[in-house]
């Protein structure tokens, strides 16, 4: 199993950005694929969470409003929607699948390398 993200960068304070996850050798079909972030402030904070049985099963409270998580057709790409994106948001995101749930609260089984978000005031 192989997840990359992309769609990172440097943006300014109030802007969007989308972030992809493409998974190979996982889909939705077999778990649920979930968005966390770190940054050298914080400790690594779950951000959402999706399952093909239950749609979005976690969204964080700091985000929601904001941020939305959703899969292609094929459901081997999940995004992270971010709107008015604030500096807190800063730091690297990474998304992870665990394999037969459909919540992302326990150990993941797989991770990406994570993409850099940057947000400037």
């Known amino acids: 199993v192989q997840l990359v993200e992309s769609g990172g960068g440097l943006v300014q304070t109030g802007e969007s950005l989308t972030l992809s996850c493409a998974a190979s050798?996982?889909?939705?079909?077999?778990?649920?694929i979930g968005w966390f972030r770190q940054s050298p402030e914080k400790l690594r904070e779950g951000v959402s969470c999706?399952?093909?049985?239950?749609?979005?099963?976690f969204l964080a409270t700091a985000v929601k409003g904001r941020f939305t998580t959703s899969s292609d057709n094929a459901k081997t790409t999940v995004y992270l929607h971010m709107t008015n994106l604030q500096p807190e948001d800063t730091g690297t995101y990474s998304c992870?699948?665990?394999?037969?749930?459909?919540?992302?609260?326990?150990?993941?089984?797989?991770w990406g390398q994570g993409a850099l978000v940057t947000v400037s005031s």
């Open positions: 999706l399952s093909k049985d239950h749609g979005v099963t």
């Open positions: 992870a699948a665990v394999r037969g749930s459909s919540w992302c609260v326990y150990g993941m089984h797989y």
């Open positions: 050798g996982f889909t939705l079909d077999d778990g649920a």
